[in-house]
């Protein structure tokens, strides 16, 4: 079936904007993941889902960043004033169960903030 | 807190050869899952390997095999006969199951050049 799918590939926002990013997970998973990836680093956690439900927001960097999944599928990560350091590849990742299943990844979108 | 370390930023093998990439994590944890996945220049996160915590076998997929040493925390990913299409950025990951919040923990991840 299909994979988990993220909107838009590539985006660039002038320092200040506000932007939306979009995943599409895998059709029935129950759990959903935000993760950051700054050049030549690994994904860093930002945010995690359990249906509608976000269980943890521990690692969003600050209040300009914000989350949601409505209706326990699509999700949307929104950044408000956009600066600089937002600049990386933010990952969305989807997992059938929520406590011990395999995450499966989508492309990411790549977001440079000039 | 969970850390996961890769201590070889970049490594290079001959198409057919066999290369070890290294991985050492540190937890206090005694059930856990690891994780090796490939990102190839197009971005997108593969999974190649997984390991549970509790199943002293180690876990094989195709040319793909893992060295996990529990009491040493190494977990470490052999690539056999290296191909072309190997070529990426390889990240170890830990995860903590069976709680209420299950992210993935990354190391910084290692480059890997396989060589005609």
């Known amino acids: 079936g299909a994979g988990v799918s993220q909107s838009p590939r590539y985006k660039v926002a002038k320092r200040g904007q506000d932007v939306a990013l979009r995943c599409d997970p895998i059709s029935g998973h129950v759990s959903l993941f935000w993760y950051q990836q700054a050049l030549g680093q690994g994904p860093e956690f930002l945010t995690y889902?359990?249906?509608?439900?976000?269980?943890?927001k521990s690692g969003l960097p600050s209040d300009r960043f914000f989350a949601e999944r409505p209706e326990g599928s699509v999700s949307t990560l929104k950044i408000q004033r956009t600066q600089q350091e937002d600049s990386a590849v933010y990952l969305c990742?989807?997992?059938?169960?929520?406590?011990?299943?395999?995450?499966?990844f989508g492309p990411g979108t790549r977001l440079t903030v000039l | 807190a969970q850390t996961v370390t890769q201590s070889q930023p970049e490594m290079s093998v001959q198409e057919a050869e066999t290369v070890t990439l290294s991985c050492t994590y540190d937890t206090s944890e005694s059930n856990y899952y690891l994780f090796w996945y490939k990102q190839p220049p197009s971005r997108q996160m593969i999974l190649v390997i997984r390991?549970?915590?509790?199943?002293?076998q180690n876990a094989t997929e195709n040319r793909f095999s893992v060295n996990f040493q529990k009491a040493a925390k190494s977990f470490s990913l052999k690539i056999s006969d290296s191909q072309l299409g190997d070529t990426a950025m390889y990240f170890c990951?830990?995860?903590?199951?069976?709680?209420?919040?299950?992210?993935?923990?990354f190391g910084k991840g290692t480059r890997l050049s396989v060589i005609a």
């Open positions: 889902f359990q249906n509608e439900a976000q269980l943890d």
């Open positions: 990951a830990f995860m903590k199951p069976f709680s209420g919040n299950t992210p993935l923990v």
């Open positions: 990742a989807s997992s059938l169960e929520q406590f011990t299943d395999t995450q499966y």
């Open positions: 390991q549970e915590a509790y199943k002293q």
